[in-house]
């Protein structure tokens, strides 16, 4: 009886311990994973800003006269960081059109650009009237520039299903001739649209365009295109989007940013993570 007891007793009491311990284990293999896992996380977080640290480089060293798809820092592609693989991305915001210099600080529409504006699939509908209202009641209610063309959205008649492809909020409000979209290009001129983006596109991948007077003697472009060009077009970009994606088979990390170029340094002025 007292054996029977004794030896209930040492079962009972090895089937806790072998509990515990094994409890234990899995707090520790819980643990280690948590922690692999977070090592892991940091790791590619790091690669994907280090992919922006890289952009920022690439534009910094740029050494060109005029900005351009020719130039190192157009399209990046694909790096590796500490074993990481990282897409970089480098977006020309100036060669896109912009926003926030529809609205002269008058409170007058730009009428220049607001007819270049209607030449844009998508974007047509919209009054003159309806840009001015829309733009002066934004500025009165929140006192700041357009911060996202996503907004653009809540403006009745427009249809461009992505416009940031097309419109920026960063710039003087010039395009870059050498990064433009050839949608833009087209509604950059009155007249012959899709003839002019062609010449564009077809000598740019040629050679970077320095200039609009380089241009005109090259090109034996018409005067009165020249003259259309001459107010809104520029070969020089100070804005730009950086993106990059680092991505290992356990995750994701991406950081976008917005730079401003003064002199070949670059000051962030957007930054998001995810």
Request: hydrophobic share 40%.
């Amino acid at each position: 009886m007292n054996r029977g007891f004794v030896l209930f007793n040492t079962v009972m009491i090895l089937t806790a311990v072998s509990l515990l311990a094994l409890n234990q284990a899995h707090r520790k293999i819980f643990a280690y994973t948590t922690a692999t896992q977070a090592w892991e996380t940091t790791r590619v977080r790091h690669a994907a800003r280090s992919g922006i640290t890289y952009a920022r480089m690439i534009l910094e060293n740029d050494r060109n006269p005029a900005d351009g798809v020719g130039d190192t820092w157009f399209n990046p592609g694909k790096i590796e960081i500490d074993g990481i693989a990282v897409i970089v991305e480098v977006i020309d915001e100036q060669g896109k059109l912009n926003i926030n210099h529809l609205l002269h600080p008058s409170g007058e529409l730009n009428t220049g650009l607001w007819r270049i504006f209607q030449r844009i699939p998508g974007m047509s509908s919209v009054s003159e009237t309806g840009w001015k209202q829309f733009l002066t009641r934004w500025q009165e209610k929140y006192r700041c520039p357009i911060p996202s063309p996503g907004l653009l959205s809540e403006l009745p008649g427009i249809t461009l299903q992505q416009p940031d492809d097309l419109i920026t909020v960063f710039g003087n409000g010039r395009i870059n001739l050498n990064s433009a979209d050839a949608i833009v290009l087209e509604s950059l001129v009155s007249r012959n649209g899709k003839q002019f983006a062609g010449q564009i596109i077809s000598g740019r991948e040629r050679t970077t365009i320095t200039s609009l007077f380089e241009m005109k003697n090259a090109w034996d472009l018409d005067e009165n295109l020249f003259k259309e060009l001459l107010p809104l077009a520029t070969m020089i970009s100070s804005w730009f989007t950086l993106r990059a994606t680092a991505f290992t088979d356990s995750g994701a990390a991406h950081v976008e940013t917005v730079v401003h170029r003064d002199r070949r340094t670059t000051r962030i002025v957007r930054y998001r993570e995810w």
